[in-house]
């Protein structure tokens, strides 16, 4: 396992394929994949989705 620097399952993925694309000399994937990872939303502020309050 790998401390996490990828927030989600989503990310992680896309962490991995820029480095394949990165050692596959692939730049123009790895900044896609650099894109999507930037505008992944959900996780920057873990502030409250309809949180589920308690009580
Ligand atoms: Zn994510």
Same mark, same amino acid.
């Given at each position: ?5 990828? +927030?989600?399952? +989503?990310?992680?993925? &896309? ?9 596959? %000399?692939?730049?123009?994937?790895? #900044?896609?994949? +650099?894109? &999507? &990872? ?9 502030? #409250? &989705?309809? %949180?589920? %309050?308690?009580?």
């Amino acid at each position: 396992m790998t401390p996490g620097k990828a +927030a989600c399952d +989503a990310c992680a993925r &896309l962490e991995r394929e820029k480095e394949a694309a990165r050692q596959a %000399g692939d730049l123009s994937k790895v #900044t896609d994949c +650099a894109v &999507l &990872l930037k505008r992944h939303p959900g996780h920057s502020k873990r502030s #409250t &989705l309809s %949180g589920r %309050g308690r009580a």
